[in-house]
């Protein structure tokens, strides 16, 4: 199973990803923690990459994709693979082409306007990058995780301004993916809103359709 999952920022790809990784025995592969994971270690190119991370906009192609090969060769990913934030325009596209070929697209469709609230109050562990959500997710302790009582942090670019940049780099690079897979006969349609474990049912049915 070589699977995509695209689809607005804050649709909730991270957090199903992860689950239907679990279930299916296939590794989770996050080009935006792979990118976190850089700017973190504080190596040039993890420097180089916060600064477009952090205006709402997309790291160069070559970087991504060099990464992205890279991770690729492990030999986990032998039985499949869940790959979410990659590709993000139809160039990444065209070269995933070229590393792997691909089995299912999965589209992760809601509503931007019901996306950007969600965004603005996620608030991360640093620690165990367990995710809240200070209204409908918040907290025992406010400011605090609950498995490990380290301080919640806001990700620099889930602030307002650099939301709304991302969700303009969404519509002017992503979207169009969604048209490149369905002409490619490979995109299934998840309806996106709701209760975690309902939509992580309707995934896991497209998945085994
Ligand atoms: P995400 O966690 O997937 O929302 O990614 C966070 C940020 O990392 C994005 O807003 C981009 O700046 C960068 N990023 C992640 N994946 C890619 C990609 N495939 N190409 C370019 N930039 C990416």
Known sequence: ????????????????????????????????DMLRAAVAKGTAAGKDAATYMNAGKLVPDPVVLRMLEDRLKECDVAPGFILDGYPRNVDQAEALSTLTPVDRVVYFQIRLEDLLERLVER?????????????????QKAGFCDNDATPLEQRPD?????????????????????DHY???????????WGDPAAIQTRVLEVLRA
């Open 182 to 192: 369905t002409q490619k006969g490979l995109l299934v349609k998840v309806t996106a």
């Open 123 to 139: 608030r991360v562990c640093p620690k165990c990058n367990s995710v809240y959500n200070l209204r409908s997710h918040p907290p």
């Open 158 to 178: 889930d602030r307002k301004e650099v939301v709304e940049a991302r969700f303009r780099t969404y519509e002017e690079q992503t979207a169009p993916l969604i």
């Open 1 to 32: 199973m070589r699977i995509v999952f695209i689809g607005p920022p804050g649709a909730g790809k991270g957090t199903q990803a992860k689950l239907a990784a679990r279930s299916l025995g296939i590794p989770h592969i996050s080009t935006g």
